[in-house]
């Protein structure tokens, strides 16, 4: 009796039950892009629709909405999309749209962005935080040179899984030849842009073949996973690819006994006792504590934003990294970079820019060195104007050291934006790629840095002597103390 009770309580045991897969708590951020007409705002809300992501009043409005769009009698998924009243008039995509959605696996948040050649700009914001990018293509059409723009772009922001949507497969047959020829030929120009993670799935968008369902069926030649299997397996891109980084945004002093830095940090992790060094001044100091606004953490990773208190007084201001002491980003004046021009003005060699990182922004000389060529992929020599949507390796000369990481290891320390000091317009978004050792092709136009006191700047400054070299000079406002103290050292 006895064995037969312990048997019998033994089949009853929770742990005898078949184990759910584990979910991974990690989003994945993901960009549809490609050029207009592919598919893209289709696509998502096909993968809303059946993933149980459209709420009952969302769905009765969509088959409202739709009227006959199609000879399937089926809703017009891109509506989920196209929130804009210009978007739904045109039936393009115009500004970037977010949305969520989640299987049992894991959560997505997905961004549709636009195909049109003018909205490459918003495009390309889509792309900067993304994990993973969904290109699609007309699978009537093939590769077009929008769709290189957008791979181009994608690579350049350090995405490194793309996936191949090879669209509307129905309205060539299900052509299984074509397919392959298309798969091949992207591959192809992915590889030139150091993109090898590819996975080519045939699939359409407006029947759900191969989405989330799968297009067996309709393709028993392909025997590949779906858009979700394949989302589902993705990776998150790691914050932790250098060691700890926190630009500083704010230096907090509410009252005499306080001091603390504050920052999100973009990189690494940090924990009391740490050893520190402050850039560019090179000041190096220990973590005292982490303050976050309700209480005091033991340690703190990418992401987090919080107050750091040191154990020393140190001179630190808003445009300052505190970083690890082993694996310190690149500090210099020259560095190499890639970017893409997003005005009509283009940018203009020679012309001196701002340039924002983080919170610190600085003067900046850009010198165009070559550009892609979207018609075969290629880089050409090119050191004139970089036209709107042109992309672009350039030379960066700085007035003042610059503290940057190569984008590939770490998107927040690695990236920049270029302002138009004349109009104050956003005019290019760029990635750096490594610091410059050689710094004599920089130029021979020199600049003028002054310390000097607060009061006598303002008088050297609106005087007749200075009136028409005002951009050739920096000047330091100091106290009378640094002012002093500068002198002697010159001294």
């Given amino acids: 009796m006895a064995s037969h009770n312990e048997t019998t309580s033994a089949t009853i045991l929770p742990f005898a039950e078949p184990v759910k897969a584990v979910r991974d708590t990690r989003p994945l951020r993901l960009i549809t892009c490609g050029s207009v007409d592919d598919g893209k705002s289709t696509l998502i809300g ?20 739709s009227g006959k769009q199609n000879d399937l009698g089926l809703p017009d998924f891109a509506l989920l999309l196209d929130g804009l009243q210009a978007e739904r008039e045109q039936g393009i995509t115009i500004d970037v749209a977010y949305r969520y959605f989640s299987t049992e696996k894991r959560a997505f948040i997905v961004a549709d962005t636009p195909g049109h050649e003018q909205y490459t700009r918003n495009m390309a914001t889509g792309a900067s935080t993304a994990d993973l990018a969904i290109l699609l293509i007309d699978a009537r059409v ?14 350049l922001m350090g995405i490194k899984q793309f996936v191949l949507a090879i669209n509307k497969i129905d309205l060539t047959n299900y052509d299984k030849a074509g397919f392959e020829l298309i798969a091949h030929d992207f591959r192809e120009f ?19 073949e191969n989405v989330v369902l799968s297009g067996h069926a309709a393709m028993p030649w392909y025997d590949g996973p779906t858009l979700v299997e394949t989302l589902e397996l993705a990776t998150v891109r790691s914050s932790q690819t250098v060691g700890f980084r926190m630009p500083v945004q704010r230096v907090s002093r509410p009252g005499e006994s306080f001091r603390g830095y504050q920052g999100t940090i973009a990189g690494g992790s940090v924990k009391p006792g740490d050893s520190v060094v402050i850039l560019p001044s090179g000041t190096v100091a220990n973590v005292k504590q982490i303050v976050t606004f309700d209480l005091v953490r033991n340690a703190a990773v990418a992401g987090d934003a919080v107050t750091l ?22 500090a210099g004046i020259a560095f190499d970079a890639q970017l893409v021009a997003l005005q009509p003005g283009g940018i203009e060699p020679n012309k001196r820019y701002w340039l924002k990182s983080g919170s610190r922004r600085q003067r900046v000389t850009v010198e165009p060195v070559s550009q892609l060529d979207l018609k075969n992929g290629k880089w050409q020599d090119h050191s004139t104007a970089l036209a709107m949507n ?56 020199e600049r003028v840095i002054l310390s000097l006191p607060a009061d006598l700047a303002e008088k050297l400054l609106s005087s007749e002597l200075f009136a028409n070299r005002r951009d050739d000079i920096d000047v330091r406002r100091t106290n009378a103390t640094t002012a002093n103290r500068i002198i002697n050292d010159l001294s």
């Fill in 46 to 65: 096909r993968l809303l629709w059946d993933t149980k992501a459209v709420k009952e009043d969302q769905a009765a409005t969509l088959r409202r909405d």
């Fill in 142 to 155: 093939g590769i077009l040179e929008q769709t290189r723009r957008h791979a181009t772009i994608a690579a």
């Fill in 309 to 330: 208190v040191l154990d020393r007084q140190v001179d630190i201001s808003r445009g300052d990294v505190i970083s690890s002491i082993d694996g310190q980003p690149h």
């Fill in 190 to 208: 992915a590889l030139s842009l150091g993109v090898k993670q590819i996975t080519a799935i045939p699939m359409s968008a407006l029947k759900g």
């Fill in 390 to 445: 042109a992309i672009g390796k350039v030379h960066l000369a700085f007035d003042e050291t610059a503290i940057f990481d190569p984008y590939e290891l770490n998107r927040a320390t690695g990236s920049f934006i270029l302002i138009d000091p004349d109009t104050n317009n956003t005019v290019a978004g760029g990635m750096i790629v490594s610091k410059r050792s050689d710094v004599s092709t920089l130029g021979s136009n």
